[in-house]
Every structure is written in C-alpha cells, then in structure tokens.
C-alpha cells in the first residue's frame, strides 16, 4: 500500500499552493510554504514555485479562485510541471473538480505527509500503523482513486458481488482492510502495553519536539547510542528506548515521532501506541529548534498536539537546541522602530525564557555539545527527585552518594 499516492512523483517538480485568510497572515503562508517545501523535498520531490492567493475562506468547489487555478494550470503547461501540492488538505469535491480542471497529478498537505511516513517506516508496526492511516485518509475519495487498487486484488473475498458496483466493492474491501489492521494494530498495542510493564518501575522520560529539532542527536549523546538522525522531517517513526545513566542514576529514555503543524488526524489515531511512551512518561524532554525563526509557534504546536494525546500536564524541561545555528540582527542605534523577534539576541531570549519556566528550560547545541553537561546534571535532579519520591526509603543512598562524590 506504501506506493499508492506518489511514490511516481519521485524526482518530479511540482507547483505549491497556499492561502492567506483570516486564520494565515501572508508572513505564516510564506513560512508555511518553505515547510511544504521541505516536505516535498523530503519526499523527493523539488518544489518550482509557490502559489499565494487572499480569501476570506478556502473555496469550497477549488480550493483557490477559478481565476488563479487557471494562472496555476497556465504556468504548469509552460513550464511542464505535472504535480500540485496544496498546503491543507482538499475535500474530495474540491479533489475532484481540481483534478478535472487541470488534469494533472494533485498532492494535499496530508497524503504527502502520509507517502513520507510509509517511506520511513521500517518495522512492521510503524509500516501498519501507516498503512492504516493511508486507507483511513483512501475512503472517501475512492471516486477518484479506485484504480490504485487493481494491484492490491486477488481472488476468493475480493470477488465483485452480484449488482455491486466497482466503487461499493472497492468500499468494502477497504472497510475490511481497516478493520483487520486495527486488529492487528490492537494485538501490538498488548505486547508493547507488556514490555513496558515488564520494564519495572523506573523513571521513564521522554523526547518530545516539532520534527527536525536535534531529538535523535540528543537521544544519541545522551544515551550513548546510534539512533538514525537526519536533516529531514520524520527521520524517526519508530519510539526507541534507551537505559541512561547519570553518575549511579539509571531512567528510561524514549525518542517519539516528531510533530508537525496540520498532522493529520489519522496518523495521529494510528500511532496510538507509539505515543503511549509520552502518556506513561514521569518526565518531558521538549525540544526546541531556537535558530527557527517560529519556533515559538512549533512550541504551541508541540503543546497542542501533547493535551490532544495526554489531557494531563507533566514535568517538563525545555531544551532549546541549536545555539550553534541562532542568529540576529541587532538594531541600528539611530533605528527608532520598535523591536521584532528577529531583533533579539540569544541573552535575551534566555533570560525571557528562564525567568518564564521558572528555571525549567536549557540551551544547548547536541551537535557541539555546548550545555550538555549541564542538562545532565538538570536530568539528574529532576530523575532523582521522582524516583525518590516513589521510593522514599532510597533518600538515604542518595544522600550517601552525594556526599561522597562532593
């Protein structure tokens, strides 16, 4: 099922289309277009051009204007681009009469997102999960997208019954193949729900963070270990977990998927489990990307996305990372305008957060270990104090271990 949406636009430019409403200003449409661009880019294919237009609303027949679709469908034939990319995710009416009206190979923000996850999954859990997530989002636009299945077809129950329709049999085929990946889905959730019950009653932290902000490079200092890291979005599908140990201190260390801002609902539900490491964590790790530009907006989303899967709020340390990367340009002394975000420097961003979080926030660069030292010793506390807190009678080593390492 992997290769259903796009695995042919490997390599092919494409056009990408955005919205300023009343909800996106054009400076969020701009920078919501570059991650749109690193998400093709990510998928493998290279963005030509990006295509803005201002509506109160999205267009509920095509998306953008009939005026600007055909500015679209102009420069596409000029330039022989075969592929679209909208930044929201399309409404199967609105698929359907763009895909008519410019007869070419359209993506939205969700099925793109959904092709690179299946392109990183690599065990049978996160390739399930996946999948479950592609037939979800594959239902109700199945008018348009039934020939896909052809390949997935053999014989005996997928047999086309007396009067169906070739859209009622393509309906229930994916309904059942639904049903038996929640199955399989829920069997998995039981062997997971037993390892981590079978890993006793340590204190478990988690990574948490928007996707690409340094989690698994952490997750490797801190732990010792070589977990995949890349410069691309979902480098991680799969949770891993690591024993860490800081001076005589042993805790869990889990690595979780990265958010995104618009992550489709379905994924979401479908990586059930995955996230389970987040609910069942004593304590968060949420990475931050300080040399992003919003990185206070991937913060909320981060935030967000946390009360959609746990209601409960935990400990948490803010780890901003990459203050290798941070950059600013200070103001003209003669420049009586008042002062943007682009206009702070890192020392006053720290003092801003610190005086925020109460202390419960580091800077670090994980790729040049600055800080890191630092944040062990801030993990170590924090650890310290859960688990002495569920085993009050080990109070005495740890102060017996502390005063003789002084």
């Known amino acids: 099922m992997k290769d259903f949406i796009i695995s042919e636009s490997k390599n092919e430019q494409a056009v990408l289309v955005g919205l300023i409403t009343q909800e996106q200003t054009e400076e969020q449409v701009k920078e919501y277009l570059d991650e749109l661009a690193f998400l093709a880019e990510t998928a493998g294919i290279i963005p030509d051009r990006n295509f803005t ?47 008519k009206e410019l007869q070419t190979k359209i993506l939205d923000r969700t099925s793109l997102i959904l092709d690179i996850f299946a392109m990183r999954a690599q065990t049978a859990y996160a390739k399930t999960q996946v999948e479950l997530a592609q037939y979800q989002y594959l239902l109700p636009r199945l008018t348009r997208m039934w020939t896909h299945l052809d390949r997935q077809r053999g014989g005996g129950v997928m047999m086309r019954g ?10 229930r085929i994916i309904l059942n193949k639904i049903s038996f990946l929640k199955e399989e889905l829920k069997n998995i959730d039981r062997q997971m729900a037993s390892q981590r019950k079978n890993r006793g009653k340590m204190v478990r932290a988690a990574l948490v963070g928007y ?21 691309k979005l979902f480098a991680t599908l799969d949770t891993t977990v690591r024993k860490v140990i800081i001076d005589n201190l042993p805790f869990l260390l889990s690595d979780t998927v990265g958010f995104i801002r618009k992550l489709p609902t379905h994924l979401v539900e479908s990586f059930k489990s995955t996230l389970d490491e987040v609910r069942e964590a004593d304590l968060l790790l949420h990475v931050v990307d300080i040399s992003h530009p919003n990185f206070e907006e991937q913060i909320e989303v981060v935030k967000n996305t946390l009360l959609d899967i746990d209601k409960e709020e935990k400990p948490t340390i803010l780890v901003f990372n990459k ?3 941070f950059t600013y340009k200070p103001k003209e002394e003669d420049d009586l305008t008042p002062a943007t975000k682009e206009n702070i420097s890192l020392e006053e961003l720290k003092k801003s957060w610190m005086n925020k979080m109460h202390n419960d926030c580091i800077f670090i660069s994980a790729k040049n270990k600055t800080n890191v030292d630092e944040l062990k010793e801030m993990l170590y506390e924090r650890v310290k104090a859960i688990h002495i807190e569920r085993y009050p009678y080990n109070d005495f080593l740890f102060q017996k271990y502390d005063e003789e390492t002084e």
């Open 53 to 99: 237009q201002k509506l109160d609303k999205p267009n509920p027949v095509t998306f953008v204007g009939t005026g600007k679709l055909q500015e679209i469908k102009q420069y596409m034939e000029d330039n022989e681009i075969g592929l679209i990319i909208f930044d929201d995710e399309l409404s199967p009416k609105q698929l359907r009469n763009i895909e």
């Open 323 to 325: 203050v290798d990367a």
């Open 211 to 231: 996707t690409n902000v340094g989690k698994s490079t952490l997750m490797n200092l801190l732990s010792k270990s070589e977990v995949f890291a890349e410069n």
């Open 162 to 171: 007396v009067g169906e329709t070739q859209l009622e049999t393509d309906r």
